[in-house]
């Protein structure tokens, strides 16, 4: 099982830049493929990136694409959101979650999630 838990959200202004952590506790946290989701008001949760177990490979949402990086330190067992020229509509919480099979966009192939760290981006 593994544990995770995010930080770096806050309140910032748009065209500014974030960066997400999420942390992770337990065992081989190089199995897992990771992704991160938002959920903004009263909207679903959707998908934002993920990548694969070795960092190689990832995938990004087209509403942030060419504004985002994701990226991982198997060392540090952490995983890395980086959100360059913010929007209002970047406004959500974001969720880092861990997959045993293969990263997806779909969070029900995801069996771990975080609590979740609240962006707000203001004009």
């Known amino acids: 099982q593994v544990q995770l838990v995010e930080s770096g959200g806050g309140l910032v202004q748009s065209g500014d830049s974030l960066k997400l952590s999420c942390t992770a506790s337990?065992?081989?946290?190089?199995?897992?493929?990771l992704g991160w989701f938002r959920q903004a008001p009263a909207q679903e949760r959707e998908f934002v990136a993920a990548i694969s177990r070795n960092g190689v490979d990832t995938m990004i949402a087209a509403p942030v694409k060419g504004r985002c990086t994701i990226y991982r330190d198997n060392v540090e067992n952490a995983v890395y959101l980086e959100l360059n020229n913010l929007k209002t509509e970047d406004t959500a919480i974001y969720y880092c979650?861990?997959?045993?099979?293969?990263?997806?966009?779909?969070?029900?192939?995801?069996?771990?999630w975080g609590q979740g760290t609240q962006v707000t981006v203001s004009t």
């Open positions: 337990g065992d081989h946290f190089s199995w897992y493929e």
């Open positions: 979650a861990a997959a045993v099979g293969g990263a997806t966009i779909w969070q029900q192939d995801y069996g771990y």
